[in-house]
């Protein structure tokens, strides 16, 4: 017998404000279940479960999400997710198209923003 992963848990502070953040990056519901003020919430699609944990992020991630635009560049990716409230912290971004950048949720925790798949295939 084997196992399979259930879900992605996300230690933070907000559970369902930092799911809403998800939701709309990835355009996938939060789990009807989710409450403002509780202590989880589940971006249904997604298998990320946001938990709610005392203390805040002190250190790099050891995990980290690479999103993959689907219907757009990575650039505008890039720039979509800063305005849902990421912050850029490592551009790697190269002149020739390839890399990636380095974005971090609004809870601090790290995720990349990869090139598109017809961006790779050209």
């Not at 996938?28 to 997604?46: C, F, K, N, Q, S």
């Not at 650039?75 to 849902?84: G, M």
């Not at 990421?86 to 601090?108: I, K, M, Q, S, Y």
Request: one cysteine or more; glycine letters at 10%.
């Amino acid at each position: 017998m084997t196992s399979r992963i259930r879900h992605t848990t996300i230690d933070s502070a907000d559970p369902y404000r930092l799911a809403g953040f998800w939701s709309q990056v990835l355009g996938l519901p939060v789990h009807e279940d989710g409450r403002p003020g509780g202590e989880d919430a589940l971006i249904e699609g997604a298998g990320l479960l946001f938990m709610a944990v005392p203390e805040p992020k002190t250190v790099k991630n050891r995990v980290h999400l690479d999103l993959q635009p689907e219907d757009r560049s990575r650039d505008e990716e890039v720039e979509r997710v800063l305005a849902l409230g990421a912050t850029l912290v490592d551009d790697r971004r190269n002149p020739d198209g390839t890399g990636w950048a380095v974005l971090a949720d609004p809870e601090g925790n790290e995720f990349c923003v990869e090139r598109s798949a017809r961006e790779r295939a050209a």
